[in-house]
């Protein structure tokens, strides 16, 4: 498609926006039916290769480009021309204003009214009305953000001093701010932050559900240890109904690819033990994980993988869910055989190895009575050997986009 000049700055800043996941949501979806344009785009898209990720962007744009170029070919002030601008106006105007609208955070318009004023063919009255559409729509969030931090503010002030605070179902807790935490946040909607907690701890709810209320935070270091004192943090503050950690880890060699998702049925140490004169002897350390959870998971374990690669055509392979043993250890592992000869060794059953699940599933059992229930959802990022840190992302990304989907289908 050769697209038409000024549509390359608005192309630019819909890529900047992420605006392939608006575009292959649902939300889309059900606004493409409202305004009879499903069929247009569903053709536009079909013209594009499956693999493409910004794919959905460029059927957008083609579809606008037609119209631009028809419109440049009319008569002026014609009968034609004037559809054919009005069609183009409404197009642009309502897709981008669902965009905004389903965006839970406040979103700067500043760059987006910039690429409209490019594009000579919308009359100024036409940007300003669109500006204004936008800027309620960002009034009305912001009103919203300010309600919800007021309240939570509130709950807080009238718990201070005392040991309890609102319970909140769920806490996510990862190992790594980056890649891992970095992939929750799109879909968690920030109230506020935690004052006086040592790490960052936030409070926000989750997407669109103003009623689902999350509190979240990430280790500063990787290990045990931090993870440990973390979930510790988190149960002891909130008493959460679940404690979730996702994240990546270390997958079996041969049994998974880059980007399947482990779930934990147990967890185990495998480097606790006693050094004496006769050598090395290890000792059992088992937490298992069997709740219902578990299970509802399983149960939708297809229905799962189908919406994962639904919403992820770059791949060449399809992303699994498994359900097994994680083993954790105090090392970051990339050695050949070492899965076979240190892990299926204590559990053949073992499917995936990784550093912190241990200590966050055993906090869970010896706080809070045991109420808290832990869920381990962690994406493999290599097979222990020849470890590359490029496919961290991936797996971060099908983690978090599994854990979205339990919770925003009420699996959990």
């Known amino acids: 498609m050769q697209l038409h000049a000024e549509l390359k700055f608005l192309k630019a800043e819909l890529i900047r926006l992420n605006f392939e996941e608006y575009l292959s949501s649902k939300e889309f979806r059900l606004l493409t039916l409202e305004i009879d344009f499903d069929n247009l785009f569903n053709k536009a898209l079909s013209q594009f290769g499956s693999f493409s990720p910004e794919r959905h962007i460029d059927a957008f744009l083609m579809i606008l480009n037609n119209l631009l170029q028809r419109w440049i070919n009319a008569i002026p002030e014609s009968g034609e021309s004037k559809t054919l601008y009005k069609h183009f106006v409404f197009l642009l105007e309502t897709i981008i204003a669902g965009y905004f609208s389903s965006k839970r955070q406040s979103v700067d318009l500043t760059p987006i009214i910039k690429c409209l004023d490019r594009i ?19 009034n009305d969030k912001r009103t919203e953000q300010e309600r919800l931090i007021t309240g939570t503010k509130a709950m807080m002030k009238e718990k201070k001093g005392s040991s309890e605070m609102e319970q909140i179902d769920y806490a996510i807790i990862t190992a ?17 932050e935690i004052e006086g907690a040592r790490n960052l701890i936030e409070i926000g709810t989750l997407g669109d559900d103003p009623k689902k209320k999350v509190v979240y935070a990430s280790q500063h270091n990787t290990g045990m240890v931090d993870a440990s004192i973390l979930a510790s943090e988190l149960i002891l503050t909130f008493k959460p109904r679940y404690l979730i950690m996702v994240g990546v880890l270390g997958g079996k060699p041969e049994d998974t690819n ?5 779930v934990a049925t147990k967890v185990f140490e495998i480097d606790r033990g006693k050094i004496s004169d006769t050598g090395f002897k290890k000792e059992t350390s088992v937490a298992n994980i069997t709740n219902k959870e578990i299970k509802k998971i399983s149960r939708a374990k297809k229905q799962i993988e189908s919406h994962l690669n639904s919403i992820d055509q770059t791949r060449v392979s399809e992303v699994r869910l498994h359900f097994g043993p994680i083993a954790c250890v105090n090392q ?13 060794s204590i559990d053949r059953k073992a499917v995936a190895l990784e550093m912190e699940s241990f200590a966050v599933v055993r906090a869970c059992e010896l706080l809070n009575e045991g109420k808290t229930t832990p869920i381990i959802i962690k994406s493999v990022m290599d097979n222990t050997t020849n470890k590359n840190d490029n496919a961290k992302p991936y797996a971060a990304w099908t983690s978090a986009k599994t854990l979205e989907f339990l919770l925003k289908s009420n699996i959990i």
């Open 176 to 192: 790594l701010e980056e890649e891992e935490m970095e992939k929750i946040l799109p879909f968690i909607n920030k109230i506020t």
């Open 258 to 262: 880059v980007g399947d998702v482990i």
């Open 332 to 344: 970051v592992i990339d050695l050949q055989d070492f899965f076979s000869e240190k892990v299926t």
């Open 120 to 138: 000579t063919m919308i009359e100024k009255r036409d940007v300003t009305r669109i500006k204004k559409k936008l800027t309620d729509v960002e």
